[in-house]
């Protein structure tokens, strides 16, 4: 069923009103006739199922009527926040909607020593924009409760500093040895309610950007005897969290 993201104030009208770029695909992508279905999401832990009950032309509005209200069992039970070193190209593109379907929370792109990639400020923003976009159709192709926010760009100071309020963090790093130990990690994370992982851009982490993260409770693992690019370590992390972490619901 096709899903669309609402803010919570439109669900307090009655019959609520889809406007813009929704619309336009209900009708005329979709063209959903009334009566058909749709699912709304509040960003929240709510799913609305709605019906189509009739189209406004001329001022490009659909108005769904609210038949059923559900709890959101898609969503995992810790916030993951991914702490991305900012890679070159379009790799950041990718890592965004990877890390969406496999739950992520959140994305902080980290401006890191060995980081080639150099955005002035107006560039950076048009970035972070398009990367939230991703975001949002990558939340609503993998019928995600929320839209998972990019953030604006951090250096390692400012992440460190974010991630400090955080109650677990993992630092995936190529010079980590012991595969029991990496597994020993991950089973700890069940339980945790925040969660920040740390990946270096394509050049690694400088050994004092691993002592920084190290000081506000990083905690180096290995991911294996091979090297992994940036933009497959991030997204081995989330697998591996999202297998150890997601529930059991029969009605997904």
């Known amino acids: 069923m096709n899903r ?10 009655t019959p609520v009103v ?4 929704d619309y336009n695909h209900i009708k005329h992508v979709l063209r959903l006739k009334r009566g058909e279905e749709v699912l709304l999401c509040d960003g929240g832990d709510k799913e609305y199922l709605c019906t189509v009950t009739d189209y406004l032309t001329e001022k490009e509005e659909v108005l769904l009527e609210i038949t059923d209200i559900f709890a959101n069992a898609r969503e995992l039970p810790a916030k993951i926040t991914l702490f991305q070193g900012y890679p070159k190209g379009d790799k950041l593109e990718t890592i965004v909607q990877k890390a969406v379907e496999l739950g992520a929370f959140e994305i902080v792109p980290v401006r890191m020593k060995r980081c080639v990639v150099k955005l002035d400020e107006k560039r950076a923003e048009k970035k972070i924009e398009r990367l939230n976009a991703i975001s949002l159709s990558a939340a609503k192709q993998s019928k995600r409760g929320i839209v998972p926010e990019v953030t604006r760009i951090m250096s390692i100071e400012e992440a460190c500093c974010y991630a400090g309020s955080m109650d677990y963090l993992l630092l995936p790093y190529e010079n980590a040895e012991g595969m029991e130990r990496a597994r020993e990690l991950i089973k700890a994370a069940c339980g945790k309610k925040h969660i920040g992982i740390f990946i270096g851009p394509e050049g690694g982490f400088e050994p004092s950007e691993v002592e920084k993260i190290e000081t506000v409770g990083g905690r180096v693992l290995s991911l294996g005897h091979r090297i992994l ?14 297998f ?6 029969e009605t997904i």
């Not at 669309?4 to 009208?13: A, H, I, P, R």
């Not at 889809?18 to 770029?21: A, K, L, S």
């Not at 150890?244 to 619901?249: G, K, V």
């Open 18 to 21: 889809i406007t813009g770029e």
């Open 229 to 242: 690019r940036t933009e497959t370590a991030g997204m081995a992390v989330l697998s591996l969290l999202m």
């Open 244 to 249: 150890m972490l997601d529930r059991d619901n």
């Open 4 to 13: 669309f993201f609402v803010k919570q104030s439109q669900l307090n009208d």
